[in-house]
């Protein structure tokens, strides 16, 4: 399948990130947002981008204007039809992202990819919600988007061959490095990722060390660029957690039970740096 056009569902981080690296590309993105209030701060968070890669010399502004010109936004699922390619990027809500997937399968052209950003949920749940599962798959980019290398090509048990080589193929065209990982809970990076997030909060409650100090200690024993409580503050409190929940109900294993202070801090809304308060303040 030759992509020509994509379709983005949701203006959030990832959406954003997602659509700047898309149009980055050369792709045309149309970004299905909610309200024009969000699609609004999404292009001003990629305007914002691109002034600062402008001021670093990193692109010039004839080329950030080009690219602009290749993002409409819209909240009308109808105008994303003729997509070659659509990547939902909403909540991590099962309920949410089934209504979305159900929604463009309807709305699509047959031979169009549906794929999912979902780092929690089973794909093959989402790929039941359309009568096209051998053309839904995941591509899950991590965050922030324009900048991590890595994406992961999620393989149902239903994902056509031909799928999954159009995916990896889009993936390398917008200067990723794919890799094919099964269609299991947390995929490769947050299965071994999560435990040691977890287990991070564990010793700050048993009170082995500060958060700072098993920060401190994770960035200059293990050469990680951020520690533990930094990542869960970027990564979101909420969405740790909703992860964790995922991993134990699928493996069942003790090193998944999300620890009672995480569950606790997301009672309290807070969920990191999107809520400005979590196991930091900003």
């Known amino acids: 399948m030759g992509c020509d056009s994509v379709g983005i569902v949701g203006s959030g981080i990832m959406g954003s990130g997602i659509a700047e690296t898309v149009i980055e590309s ?5 970004l299905l947002s909610r309200t024009p209030e969000s699609a609004k701060a999404m292009v001003n968070s990629i305007k914002g981008s ?5 001021e670093k010399r990193k692109k010039s502004t004839s080329q950030a204007d080009e690219d602009l010109s290749r993002l409409i936004c819209t909240n009308d699922i109808a105008d994303l039809a003729n ?6 990027t909403v909540v991590e809500d099962i309920d949410v992202k089934m209504r979305v997937m159900k929604g463009l399968d309807e709305a699509c052209k047959p031979s169009a990819i549906i794929a999912t950003n ?5 794909v093959i749940e989402l790929a039941a919600a359309t009568s096209r599962p051998d053309k839904v798959c995941g591509i899950h980019f991590f965050n922030p ?8 090509i999620v393989e149902t048990l239903t994902v056509s ?5 159009a995916a990896t193929a889009f993936a390398l065209s917008c200067n990723k490095e794919p890799v094919v990982v099964k269609d299991q809970a947390g995929f490769i990076v947050n299965a071994l990722l999560f435990p040691y997030l977890n287990n991070a909060v564990k010793l700050l409650e048993r009170g082995v ?3 700072e100090n098993i920060d401190i200690a994770m960035k200059g024993g293990c050469g990680f660029p951020m520690g533990p409580f930094a990542l869960l503050d970027l990564v979101g409190l909420d969405t740790a957690l909703s992860i964790l929940n995922s991993l ?3 493996f069942k294993d003790p090193n998944f039970a999300p620890a009672p202070l995480l569950k606790r801090m997301v009672a309290a809304k807070l969920h990191g740096r999107k809520t400005k308060a979590g196991f930091y303040n900003y």
């Open 118 to 122: 979902t780092s929690t949920f089973p």
């Open 161 to 165: 061959q031909d799928t999954i080589q």
């Open 83 to 88: 997509c070659d390619l659509l990547i939902e």
């Open 145 to 152: 988007a324009q900048v991590m290398k890595l994406v992961e």
């Open 50 to 54: 691109f002034a600062r890669k402008i």
């Open 248 to 250: 134990y109900d699928e």
């Open 26 to 30: 050369g792709y045309p993105v149309i």
């Open 209 to 211: 060390a500060s958060k």
